[in-house]
């Protein structure tokens, strides 16, 4: 079965700086990788997938994330941020393993970035 | 295109009572799940559905009951409602291969 670890439960950083969001995964077989964005008493919101081929991927509002097949990482990356980046963000992964794994996402268990001015 | 539509927003249920929550999506998706959100453990998976007529378990179904009779409906039934089922439930769809649509969410406390 697979598992997706954030390292960090809590991230304050202040306006404008970088930050990095650390998400490792366990698996057996190849996957596919999210992070998904929650504001406050809202759903999830998918921010950026790696399906397959480039392994750096981006979001349109700036965030980018790196799959690492060999430290199984998939970690979120944004070089500047804003306050209205201030919300709980999840890593997730479902396998590659055909039939009804498609169906299945395993999520990691957040992490609350908070930006201050 | 309303996405995925979750109700009811809020829900306060005593012990042992049962109730229904109702996703729907007008997508076309063939996938479909529910999740469970409690603080510190990220999202959970209850039950999915790979198409009409096919459910599985996901890694938290006791106490939950699905159904899948059309492609745009996915309900998730509580049998006898338990306080360790107080939680928000988040309904989601997808295409094959693809990234998972949320519902806004229902949250349900259970007393």
């Known amino acids: 079965a697979q598992s997706v670890t954030q390292l960090d439960s809590q991230v304050p950083v202040f306006e404008e700086a970088p930050v990095e969001l650390r998400c490792n995964y366990s698996s057996s077989v190849s996957v596919y990788l999210f992070w998904y964005v929650q504001y406050p008493n809202q759903g999830l919101q998918l921010l950026l997938k790696y399906l397959s081929g480039s392994t750096l991927v981006e979001s349109i509002n700036g965030f980018e994330a790196e799959f690492n097949k060999s430290q199984t990482s998939f970690h979120l990356r944004k070089p500047s941020v804003h306050i209205s980046d201030t919300a709980e963000y999840f890593c997730a992964v479902s396998v590659n393993a055909g039939g009804t794994s498609y169906g299945k996402l395993t999520f990691g268990q957040g992490t609350i970035l908070t930006v201050h001015p | 295109n309303a996405g995925v539509t979750q109700t009811p927003k809020f829900q306060v249920l005593k012990t042992g009572q049962s109730m229904t929550l109702q996703c729907a999506q007008d997508m076309n998706h063939e996938y479909m799940s529910w999740y469970r959100q409690d603080p510190g453990m990220g999202l959970r998976l209850i039950h999915y559905?790979?198409?009409?007529?096919?459910?599985d378990q996901g890694e938290v179904p006791n106490g939950y009951n699905v159904s899948r009779s059309t492609t745009e409906d996915f309900p998730l039934r509580l049998l006898s409602a338990a306080p360790s089922q107080t939680s928000v439930y988040f309904c989601?769809?997808?295409?094959?291969?693809?990234?998972?649509?949320f519902g806004p969410g229902t949250r349900l406390t259970v007393l």
């Open positions: 559905s790979v198409g009409a007529g096919i459910t």
């Open positions: 989601a769809s997808s295409y094959h291969r693809g990234p998972k649509y």
